[in-house]
Antibody, heavy 118, light 107 residues
Framework: QMQLQESGPGLVRPSETLSLTCAVS????????WSWIRQPPGRGLEWIGY??????TTYNPSLRSRVTISVDTSNQLSLKLNSVTAADTAVYYC?????????????WGQGTLVTVSS | DIQMTQSPSSLSASVGDRVTITCRAS??????LAWYQQKPGKAPKRLIY???SLQGGVPLRFSGSGSGTEFTLTISSLQPEDFATYYC?????????FGQGTKVEIK
């Protein structure tokens, strides 16, 4: 059974870079799309972007200038969001799907809360 | 961006009730729509994909319908474990966008 696990710092200073990883176990990143989605506390869901296993990416235009998603051969995804502000405080999820013609499917991480604060 | 408008934003219902949630897209999205259930502190769980296909393992009381701009999620007989927040998601064009959510509460 495929499992996804996000990890990274729970606290990031304003103007710095948020960096998260998502470890995929029980399966391979190939040949799937993978996405990052976030949810500010008490609010709705926002699609951040996707990466295809080959490395092709598409980002939400609202974040495009600040975000980078990558994938490596060790079955890990990563998310980097630079110049963060308090508005980037959210639970961040990785999920399988969410790119191409696909919605995120049944494989999601449990989410990790990132707080932006000095 | 395609805007997804869900209604209602919240509802109160009793166990056994039939519940209907609507999602409207600001432009046609064919059947490129999924429905998710989210419980507090948990990741969303996909219930429906391609507007009307039931995700494996999801109870048959959940169903989805619609195409184009108007979509519906129906719970035929609400069960205690169904009290949660529900979101629609369009994946017809980028960025993929979610509805604002519908919170289903116990009456």
């Amino acid at each position: 059974q495929m499992q996804l696990q996000e990890s990274g710092p729970g606290l990031v200073r304003p103007s710095e870079t948020l960096s998260l990883t998502c470890a995929v176990s029980g399966g391979s990143v190939s040949p799937y799309f993978w996405s990052w989605i976030r949810q500010p506390p008490g609010r709705g869901l926002e699609w951040i972007g996707y990466i295809f296993y080959s490395g092709r990416t598409t980002y939400n235009p609202s974040l495009r200038s600040r975000v980078t998603i990558s994938v490596d051969t060790s079955n890990q995804l990563s998310l980097k969001l630079n110049s963060v502000t308090a508005a980037d405080t959210a639970v961040y999820y990785c999920a399988r799907g969410g790119g191409g013609d696909y919605s995120p499917d049944e494989f999601w991480g449990q989410g990790t809360l990132v707080t932006v604060s000095s | 961006d395609i805007q997804m408008t869900q209604s209602p934003s919240s509802l109160s219902a009793s166990v056994g009730d039939r519940v209907t949630i609507t999602c409207r897209a600001s432009q046609g999205i064919r059947n490129d729509l999924a429905w998710y259930q989210q419980k507090p502190g948990k990741a969303p769980k996909r219930l429906i994909y391609a507007a009307s296909s039931l995700q494996g393992g999801v109870p048959l009381r959940f169903s989805g319908s619609g195409s184009g701009t108007e979509f519906t999620l129906t719970i035929s007989s609400l069960q205690p474990e169904d009290f949660a927040t529900y979101y629609c998601l369009q994946h017809n064009s980028y960025p993929q966008t979610f509805g604002q959510g519908t919170k289903v509460e116990i009456k």
